[in-house]
């Protein structure tokens, strides 16, 4: 009995190691620019439901690099990464949603993808909801929710946010910024999910 889970153990552990080795082997193709290679070895990886397979697998047909352009399909793997709560499949969904490419322009679920994103802390994805908020995309026009996304993302490390949140401010009362920055404080980041 021993030999046996020994000898299961060993299966688990070389099947562990050769996709771990597949998914190293396939970045490294991306690095040296063969993005052909790259696909062919993020595809059975992505077909299995690896996450990060499925987001870079996205991004290649998303920018036609090594398979033919197709948002249609990038929009396909964004979604099976984005639902296992991959936080940049999360956002470039919300921004195919937002720019109607590979599927119907729709704010709703552009706002959906993107706030599940900034849940996580992801500051692009942040900036983009608030200035969904500051132009009324999607969302009532809602200056004191931009002021609050903006910081949050400015917090974050995007750099154009906080440019964009003082050129809100210009806009709002003193009461507005004390109410966005009070929305700002008290904001948590989430866990990941992606509940459909």
Partial sequence: MQRFLFAVFLVVACATVAVADSYEDA????EREDNALAARLFRPLAEQGDAKAQYNLGVLYRKG???????????QWYEKAAVQGQVKAQYNLGTLYFNGEGVPKDYQQALR???LAADQGEAVAQTKIASMYDDGQGVPHDIVQAY???????TNG?????????ASAKQMTPAQIAEAQKLAREW???TPSASR
């Fill in 27 to 30: 970045i490294s193709a991306l």
């Fill in 158 to 166: 995007d750099k154009p946010a906080a440019e964009l949140r003082d």
């Fill in 65 to 75: 690099r090594g398979v033919p352009q197709d948002d249609v399909q990038a929009r």
């Fill in 113 to 115: 993808w993107f706030r």
């Fill in 188 to 190: 948590k980041p989430k």
């Fill in 148 to 154: 609050k996304w903006y910081s949050l993302a400015a």
